[in-house]
């Protein structure tokens, strides 16, 4: 990987959670960065299937999980905390720390820190907090720590009350490879998303002055952030 390229880790609760940043994983496959999709749990718990066993349910969403990862061409990891069971302590902050300095990423994706689903917030915090210990030789071995120069950015989903700056990642050439990535879920679950799908994107486009776009809160101690992700018409 050459001095130019970056690592990026998107990570989510579940199959379906990084639906809100296809187009940016997209975007920096494309431009030949090493994209890492990785998911907290396999979603298991989800009522949708209730008349599947819970090991059916895995199965089913890892490969749902998989296939996406082959749209966007990244690698996909799937960590086993076990749906509801994503909680922040020191032994789960841990664990995530020795992913993070396994995979060395430039930038973290994920969600916001107010979403009502406790494992959405929970894979946030665990992410936060993972990236401080992943800097700590005792904690991440025998992996090596991961101490870049400043501490992470991390890039989560856009929330109207947050107190951190906005961004927007112009997403109009992979606008197609997105509604592949929507039709998988939609399909599958009856879901109407079409009208919602275009509406958001366009929305967040016009707002940055390009076609399409998906839009963050960034948390960084360190500007300039646009190092790490492409932003707005870039």
């Known amino acids: 990987m050459s001095n130019s390229e970056k690592t990026i880790f998107a990570c989510f609760a579940h199959p379906d959670d990084e639906l809100g940043c296809i187009g940016t994983l ?5 431009k030949g960065d ?24 895995k199965k089913t969403r890892e490969e749902q999980g998989k296939i996406i990862g082959e749209i966007i061409d990244c690698e996909i990891k ?30 973290i994706i994920a969600w916001g820190q107010n979403s009502t689903h406790p494992d959405h917030r929970g894979t946030t915090q665990l992410l936060y907090d993972g990236m401080t210990f992943a800097r700590i ?12 120069t400043f501490h992470l950015p991390m890039f989560m ?21 997105i509604e592949k990535a929507f039709n998988l879920y939609s399909e599958f679950y009856g879901w109407a998303i079409s009208d919602w799908l275009y509406v958001r994107r366009r929305n967040d486009g016009m707002a940055c002055g390009v076609k399409y776009a998906e839009k963050f809160n960034v948390r960084s101690s360190f500007p300039p952030v646009d190092q790490y992700l492409p932003l707005n018409n870039k």
């Open 78 to 107: 799937f960590l086993g905390y076990g749906d509801t069971l994503v909680i922040p302590s020191r032994e789960n902050a841990i664990k995530m720390a020795k992913v993070i300095a396994d995979i060395k990423p430039d930038a």
């Open 34 to 57: 090493r994209v890492v999709l990785g998911f907290t749990t396999s979603g298991e718990m989800a009522s949708f299937f209730e008349n599947m066993s819970l090991s059916e349910i």
């Open 26 to 30: 997209l975007k920096h496959a494309e």
């Open 137 to 148: 030789p005792r904690l991440t071995a025998p992996v090596l720590p991961h101490r870049p």
């Open 157 to 177: 989903y856009y929330e109207h009350n947050s107190p951190l700056r906005t961004c927007y990642i112009n997403v109009s050439n992979q606008y197609e490879k």
